[in-house]
């Protein structure tokens, strides 16, 4: 990288950060509180009864990891506001607590500028000296640094994906410069800091167990048993075992019954544009529901009436399906740590869209990695700008403050054209990025945005049918997703096979 | 990455900065019974919509002038109208006459803040793009840095989207009246700064480098003839414009000399509050106030402020280039502190001007805490400062002989070095400026000095100012760089 790399990133790390402090007094959602009441239950109460605590309707149902994470947290809360660690004290939002919150997601992001950096690291530059902004690292990095959905999710709607983020793209980037070991132990403390990861673990476990613990492939591609490593393969199983065991020593007996959803169960409530919000809003056609069903915030049982009731084993069963190939894929013919990204990335697809309880903010597991790949090829750079328009779009529906609108549609606007003109630039040597069809379908997006954002609130459905725009945003943004998955499935299985790698 | 996705880019981040500031509380929310400048100018469309034009100045029934009353030139008002109108078809309870007194409430103060982004939009904005596009020096990444630390300026932001005011209409109005006169376009310049100047009086501080610039290219260009020719246009434009704006106060003398008495109300006496100018600091060690009568305090103050500009005015008259004019600009600013972000980002492009720039926002602290405007005032600043620092300095580098100080150095080093060392001193004033606002925002003052720290940051403050205004006579009376790019419009 040039010697004056060093200056361009901690200029974008600065300002995002300081762009974030602009949304401290902003919207926030019930997520605020309840990470408020974890930093409580950790705080106050004993290790014994963390995972039975329910004084408040938000219990604590991440993994262990993430409670001793709040738990350091609550330290350094104590000296803002040390009431807003009394468990009884539900909904409690002084400044202070709302200063130290919004702080804590700041500051704990620097973990997402590191593994951004370790990214833009990994990117190939191209030779000849090129102007800063046209740089392969630099867009990436914007696209990482000022990504629209993480902006959006943690600093005003409030969550820590840029944390966890940071865990996945460290991960992500060890493994493309083929320190795997590394890359498994990052992403085993991913899953005990949160456990929707589980989502693009098929891809980590089939990758390290064909590419790292067969250490080499035939001629052809094909796996070579006889070199298969049991040293590796150990070495592997240490570092999720350890892992775990000091993620959940503690909690052994605990933590059954709470962690899964699948036995709390519900419809997918919120917007996620999956492939049931499809069913859904045919259901709808058919009957009128009750107002208040869908976008609760709450789980909540919901059945279908007229089409089939979608549980969770038919779901399970759909995302495995929808994975198997590309997991196949890079079982059979292996393309290094490209293929494992792009695995990674079906898997996140898989089962965004088909998976059970899914939030919208899930798409940021594909969309981050996909961000990657965007910098260094043309085809995947125009799948990128539709799942990423698409996919922030669908993010509209978390805010839905007036006060927050200005915010969501200039910060959508920045990162849509830079991510356009960029990406542009980069790739403008091989044609363009985008087919008329795809520009006429993404031209549609703000349409719809229009007529959900502005036209429908004040036109006469408004009473009658409250979350028609959330569902036809959901809609519209599910069928872009769904394409971008195929194009994505048709790279990974047409892909020209590379020389079979020697880990 | 073309010019138009990096302006794009820039504009968008400025409205972002600007919107997460609205976010934050405005002067006076929930004091009763005064509140402050946001309930003054909720007032305002109130007084406009309800009563007749003839009222609006005046004191009656309907009109308590003590609550509030109009002290802006009509512009101003007629502003106020329209939003009051927009406001009345959402709204009504917003402006009824009488009873929305103190009105408070989310909704309301999303309609405010709207009002000031749409104003913005509309006037300050375009014409800091086409200014730093069209008349500043340099690569296009260079003219983007510029106009992105110019819209990052903390202390327009802070006042108009956190305490609540409309200072981007009048500053917007007066750039776009120097972006006309740049581009040599004379009688629409002049035209624009008649709009700001019908806007807010506070302009009159930026009039007599524009009366002096246009006078004096007129008197070069010839008095017989075509001097002549463009100064009756600029004279008929400027009364036309003024005409047409106080209309309907024309048609009685009264009408007019009660907005004047409104807007120039030199009734209140020397100086008000804590503010970073002279007679503020200066009675700190005389207390004028007890010493002079109200009339005395007025001529002084007139014959002062007429003494300090004059240098600078008659240079310009002498010599009317747009660089001259331009210093001109910034040497008369040093006397009231809310002229102060003056678009002088027209120096800009020098990272070491960037300190001035922050030293009034400091300056400005005592007034940001009231309005529990510390987070964005600490963010904002951080971000300007940090950005100057990043972005110019990367794109140029300030040397002595861009800061003009050559010949004039070795007198002026002893006498007062904010320019000197000028790299020292940038650290030092930041530094200042840093334990200024630690203090005041987190220090409690002796019980016998209750007002130590707003006086120690006016006083600094000041001390830069007249380093700063000082610097810019001693630049204004040497020669103009010889810059290819340099820009002549006469």
């Given at each position: 990288m040039a010697a004056d790399s060093c200056s361009w990133f901690p200029a974008l790390a600065v300002g995002v950060s300081l762009l974030k402090c602009f949304f401290i007094s902003a919207y926030r959602s019930t997520d605020f509180e309840v990470h408020r009441n974890w930093l409580a239950i950790t705080h106050s109460l004993p290790v014994s009864r963390w995972y039975y605590e329910n004084t408040s309707e938000w219990t604590l149902d991440y993994p262990p990891l993430f409670a001793w994470f709040e738990l350091g947290l609550s330290q350094v809360a104590r000296r803002f506001d040390a009431n807003m660690l009394q468990v009884e004290n539900l909904n409690y939002a002084s400044p202070a607590t709302v200063l130290f919150q919004r702080l804590s997601v700041i500051v704990t992001d620097v973990v997402f500028i590191y593994a951004a950096r370790e990214c833009c690291r990994c990117v190939r530059e191209p030779k000849g000296s090129r102007d800063v902004l046209s740089r392969p690292s630099f867009v990436l990095a914007v696209l990482l640094l000022w990504n629209f959905g993480l902006l959006v999710v943690?600093?005003?709607?409030?969550?820590y994906n840029g944390f966890l983020f940071g865990f996945l793209l460290l991960s992500v980037a060890k493994h493309l410069q083929s320190q795997h070991l590394q890359g498994a132990l990052l992403f085993a403390f991913l899953l005990n800091l949160k456990h929707i990861y589980l989502y693009v673990a098929p891809a980590y476990g089939v990758y390290l167990l064909r590419s790292y613990c067969f250490a080499q492939d035939n001629k052809d591609g094909s796996v070579r048993w006889s070199s298969f490593s049991p040293l590796r393969l150990l070495a592997l199983g240490a570092i999720v075992t350890s892992v775990c065991a000091l993620s959940f020593g503690p909690f052994i007996a605990m933590v059954r019954g709470r962690e899964f959803f699948f036995c709390s169960g519900a419809a997918p409530s919120g917007s996620a544009p999956s492939v049931y919000r499809v069913i859904k809003n045919t259901h709808h056609d058919v009957e009128e529901l009750p107002p208040a069903s869908m976008t609760g915030g709450l789980v909540q049982e919901f059945e279908h009436s007229v089409l089939p009731s979608v549980t969770p084993a038919v779901t399970l069963v759909c995302t495995l399906l929808s994975i198997l190939p590309a997991v196949a894929s890079i079982w059979l013919r292996p393309h290094g740590a490209q293929g494992f990204l792009r695995c990674l990335l079906l898997c996140a697809l898989g089962c965004f869209m088909?998976?059970?309880?899914?939030?919208?903010?899930?798409i940021l597991i594909a969309i981050l990695p996909l961000s990657i790949l965007a910098v260094e090829s043309r085809e995947d750079a125009g799948i990128f700008l539709i799942l990423t328009t698409t996919g922030h779009y669908s993010l509209f529906p978390l805010l839905f403050t007036p006060a927050e609108l200005p915010i969501k549609v200039v910060l959508m606007l920045m990162f849509t054209i830079f991510s356009f003109t960029a990406l542009r630039k980069l790739h403008s040597a091989q044609g363009s990025l985008l087919h008329p069809l795809e520009v006429i379908y993404l031209l549609g997006l703000v349409a719809v945005a229009i007529a959900c954002e502005v036209v429908f609130p004040l036109s006469p459905w408004q009473q009658r049918l409250p979350f028609l725009p959330l569902l036809v945003t959901s809609v519209y943004c599910a069928m872009g997703v769904c394409y971008a998955f195929l194009r994505l499935y048709a790279s990974l299985l047409l892909r020209r096979e590379e020389k079979p790698k020697q880990l | 990455m073309q010019t138009w996705s990096l302006v794009s880019i820039c504009v968008l981040l400025a409205i972002i900065a600007r919107w997460g500031v609205s976010l934050n509380s405005y002067s006076g929310a929930g004091k009763p019974p005064m509140f402050g400048d946001y309930e003054a100018q909720r007032h305002w469309q109130e007084v406009t919509y309800n009563l007749p034009i003839q009222e609006w100045y005046f004191n009656t029934t309907n009109n308590d002038l003590n609550y509030w009353g109009l002290d802006y030139p009509p512009l101003t008002a007629y502003h106020s109208w329209i939003c009051a109108y927009i406001a009345k078809t959402i709204n009504p309870e917003w402006v009824e006459l009488h009873k929305s007194r103190g009105y408070e409430s989310t909704q309301h103060k999303l309609f405010m803040r709207m009002t000031v982004l749409v104003a913005d939009l509309l006037i300050y904005i375009p014409a800091v793009v086409l200014y730093c596009l069209y008349l500043t020096d340099g690569s296009s990444k260079k003219k983007v840095s510029i106009m992105f630390c110019f819209l990052l300026y903390p202390g327009l932001i802070l006042i108009d989207y956190g305490h609540f005011q409309y200072n981007g209409v009048s500053l917007g109005f007066a750039l776009w009246g120097i972006l006309a006169l740049g581009l040599g376009w004379d009688v629409l310049g002049s035209m624009a700064f008649s709009l700001a100047l019908n806007y807010k009086q506070m302009e009159l501080y930026h009039a007599l480098p524009f009366f002096c610039y246009l006078l004096g290219k007129c008197i070069k260009t010839g008095l017989i003839g075509r001097g002549l020719f463009l100064l009756v246009r600029i004279g008929v434009t400027v009364l036309a414009t003024f005409a047409l704006c106080w209309l309907p106060f024309l048609a009685e003398p009264s009408q007019a000399m009660q907005v004047v008495r409104r807007i120039f109300p030199v009734a209140r006496g020397l100086f008000e509050d804590k503010v970073a100018n002279t007679w503020c600091s200066l009675n700190t060690l005389i207390k004028i106030k007890s010493i002079l009568s109200g009339d005395s305090q007025l001529y002084l103050s007139l014959a002062c402020t007429l003494l300090a500009v004059l240098p600078s005015c008659i240079r310009l008259l002498t010599k009317p280039t747009f660089w001259h004019f331009k210093l001109a600009l910034v040497s008369v600013?040093?006397?009231?502190?809310?002229?102060?972000?003056?678009?002088?980002g027209l120096k800009c492009n020098e990272i070491c001007y960037a300190c001035p720039f922050l030293v009034f926002v400091c300056s400005m602290l005592p007034l940001f805490l009231k309005d529990g405007l510390l987070v964005p005032y600490i963010v904002t600043s951080l971000g300007f400062l940090f950005f100057s620092i990043y972005l110019l300095s990367a794109l140029d580098h300030c040397s002595e002989d861009k800061l003009r100080l050559g010949a004039y150095n070795k007198l002026f080093y002893c006498l007062f070095?904010?320019?000197?060392n000028h790299f020292l001193h940038f650290y030092i004033s930041i530094a200042a400026m840093v334990g200024l606002s630690i203090a005041t925002a987190v220090l409690i003052p002796p019980p016998h000095l209750p007002d130590l720290f707003p006086v120690l940051v006016s006083t600094t403050a000041f001390l830069h100012f007249l380093g700063t205004f000082i610097h810019f006579n001693v630049v204004q009376f040497s020669e103009p760089p010889s810059r290819k790019s340099q820009k002549k419009s006469n």
């Open positions: 943690d600093h005003i709607h409030f969550q088909f998976g059970w309880h899914v939030h919208e903010k899930a | 600013f040093g006397i009231q502190h809310w002229a102060v972000f003056k678009p002088t070095i904010p320019w000197g």
